[in-house]
């Protein structure tokens, strides 16, 4: 159980505090509500983009990293589809250093030529060496906008085309940064040896003289339903064979998730999974299978990643794993096996809140989906779960009419 107490400024910053005396460090975890999937197709990988130039100085703090080592923090972000997430910890006596400059880079980030031109070549320069330069790179540049024909989620964060950021305009970087860095669009989560009333004075201190941004609604368009399956088939230089099948699942917030994650589990997840046992043990088609779900807020993907033996067809390959899914879907599960991804599960939840770090991740990610108060209902969620649900998801999601198929050879 994960204690917390939670507060609104009248900006409309949304502030977590979770206090934990056992750790001198403080974590500050502030997560924008912006991910690749606010976007435009015209002006793609900008939340990506504001990863790197958020940490290129602001207009009173010229380095953002220089006070913050000066004092002994450490700090780092992550983007995704659905959100930019940034992080930093303290040691708790250098707390207010942690405030003045989030509040700082929230309130005015310093926009320059240089400083743009020196981000952009880095993310540049990090799409040429993960996406073109390295084996299996321009997966999701292939498979997402073949799952994805209407939603945003059709590009990777890194964005659509990245001349995209390339031939960025300050203009169009400013108004981004304008409608979605605001404190509306904003949870902090203050975690460790901390007191409440300490944290919202330093909130609104630091925080409460940010005005709140202009009002936008939110239109992104949903994915509609597949009517047919796709399939695309890719030669690259890459060490073996791959098939990626991708199904359209539920959103995060949906009743059938947790059934979903538990599925992919049960199916590829560990030496003991379906896929691994009989596919990669007993007949060896494959050298490695995988099965993850995407975790998206909006509906998402199911992926099934598979390596192929050398001299396996691709088509006998894929053939077998479309058979192990029927079985799932007409055979179902047995209450012990339903049990045993269950109880993985629960070790996986447990250690991500091991560390204060996580858990004001977790917390921030939560009071986006709604209220941080799920972070203790999750388990719950995964333990009510019964073996009928299991086979109704999966009749559900494995449809023909619902797959996509990328054969991923090499040449």
Known sequence: MIAFDKFTLDNGLKVIVHQDKTTPVVTVNILYNVGAKDETKDLTGFAHLFEHLMFGGSVNIPKYDEPLQKVGGENNAFTNNDITNYYLS??????????????????????????????????????????????????????????????????????????????????????????????????????????????????????????????????????????????????????????????????????????TDLISDIMANGKSSRLHQKLVK????????????????????????????????????????????????????????LQKVKNKVESVLTFSDINTLDRAMNLAYYELLGNAEKINLELEKYQYVKTSDIQRVANSLFIKDNSTTLFYLKK
């Open 282 to 337: 007993e007949n060896p088609l494959f050298s490695s299978v995988q099965s993850f779900i995407s975790g998206d807020i909006h509906p998402g993907m199911i992926v099934f990643a598979a390596y192929l033996s050398e001299g396996v067809s691709p088509n006998e390959a894929n053939d077998a794993l479309c058979n192990e899914i029927e079985n799932l879907c007409h055979g179902g599960i047995k209450e012990d096996e």
């Open 90 to 259: 303290i040691p708790k006596e250098n707390i207010e250093t942690a405030f003045w400059i989030e509040s700082d880079r929230m309130l005015n980030l310093a926009f320059s030529e240089k400083s743009l031109e020196v981000q952009r070549n880095v993310v540049i320069e990090e799409f040429n060496q993960r996406y073109l330069n390295q084996p299996y790179g321009d997966l999701w540049l292939l498979l997402r906008p073949l799952v994805f024909r209407k939603h945003p989620y059709q590009w990777a964060t890194i964005g659509k085309d990245i001349s995209h950021i390339e031939n960025a305009k300050m203009e169009d970087v400013k108004a981004f940064y304008k409608k979605y860095y605001n404190p509306d669009n904003a949870i902090m989560v203050v975690a460790g040896d901390v007191e409440l009333e300490e944290i919202k004075q330093l909130s609104e201190k630091w925080f409460g003289p940010i005005e709140r941004g202009s009002a936008f609604e939110r239109s992104i368009p949903m994915e509609p339903k597949q009517t047919e399956p796709r399939f695309l088939q890719v030669e690259r230089d890459v060490p073996v064979n791959a098939i990626f099948k991708v199904y359209h699942m539920c959103g995060r917030s949906e009743a059938d998730y947790h059934t």
